[in-house]
């Protein structure tokens, strides 16, 4: 995708250093250095927003381009002379005239060059004695590098305890255990299910519990050193008793039942037949919904 949004750049690039007074001997500005350019400038203003609440950096999304049809056009132009010069066919090149009409539409695009604007996500962090708090921001510039607007995207709270936990759902890293591995094509795929629940929450006030309860399961994936959802849920409805401050003893462990509608799961129930302190036995169900959240516990005695 790199490769893909640098050839994109070609026309907007060449027409940048035509229309700027460049010595001979000027340095030339590649993608990267923009790049990194504009990165600073988010950092600096973010910095500067969020001073004396311990800001910090975690990472940038890829460079988006708004730009006119006049360089979408201008760019269609050169990427049709690279494919002649990738095939070494000058002759073709030629031909095709090309070559003439690259002039015209550079000229077109001239004119509509302060209308190109760049658009970067930037996330970051700031902390308190308890927590972080995890924010999403839009930074959009102009054709010159300078910084037009920023915009809040969403936030929320991760509690300290839970930070490395946080970092390695964010960036994809091995949790299960303590140990430094690389994460399983398991871990990633259990990652990348509950961002995607993340993204639908974005707005929505469900969002903040619903990355606590995430945290919460990564933590019980890493003790119990699984990511079986058989293994997660009992794990979940004990700390559910142990929250009820309940002196139990847990006597069988249902199956795990899924609960579908077409192609899509809608929830997970298990039972679990348990006795309490007078040696009554109960039997409690569990529902949870797909990502293990407990939404209903129905308990009966045998």
């Known amino acids: 995708m790199y490769k893909a949004l640098r050839i994109s750049l070609i026309g907007l690039t060449v027409l940048i250093l035509f229309s700027c007074d460049v010595s001979n001997h000027a ?45 979408v056009q201008l760019d269609s132009m050169y990427r049709i002379k690279k ?8 002759r073709g090149l030629k031909q095709s005239g090309i070559e003439d009409l690259i002039p015209g539409y550079r000229a077109a695009a ?3 060059i302060h209308e190109v604007q760049y ?27 300078s910084l037009i607007s920023v915009t809040p995207f969403y936030n929320f709270r991760i509690a300290n305890e839970h930070k490395d936990l946080y970092y390695a759902y964010q960036f994809d890293y ?12 398991a871990e990633l795929e259990f990652l990348n299910f509950f961002k995607q629940r993340e993204v639908q929450l974005i707005g929505e006030a469900e969002l903040q519990s619903f990355m606590d309860h995430t945290m919460k399961v990564m933590e019980t994936a890493r003790k119990v050193q699984t990511m079986d ?6 794990s979940l409805a004990i700390n559910h008793f142990k929250s009820s401050n309940k002196e139990i003893v847990i006597e069988q462990f249902g199956t795990l ?19 309490d302190e007078q040696k009554i036995m109960n039997t409690s169900t569990f529902t949870f919904s797909p990502y293990l959240e407990i939404i209903n516990v129905e308990t009966n005695i045998k």
Do not use: C
């Open 27 to 71: 340095p030339i500005t590649t993608f990267k250095d923009q790049t990194e350019k504009l990165h600073a400038i988010i950092e600096k203003t973010s910095a500067e927003q969020f001073a004396n609440q311990n800001y910090q950096s975690l990472s940038f999304s890829e460079l988006k381009v708004y730009k006119p049809e006049a360089f």
């Open 83 to 90: 494919e002649y010069l990738d095939n070494n066919d000058l």
């Open 110 to 112: 001239q004119e509509k």
């Open 119 to 145: 658009e970067i996500e930037h996330l970051f962090q700031t902390s308190t004695a308890d927590s972080i708090k995890v924010y999403h921001s839009f930074f959009l510039f102009d054709y010159k590098d």
């Open 174 to 185: 091995h949790f299960v255990t303590n140990r430094d591995l690389i994460a399983s094509t």
């Open 229 to 234: 959802f058989r293994q997660l849920s009992r």
């Open 257 to 275: 039942y899924v609960i579908e509608e077409g192609d899509f799961i809608q929830a997970y129930e298990l039972t679990i037949e348990w006795t």
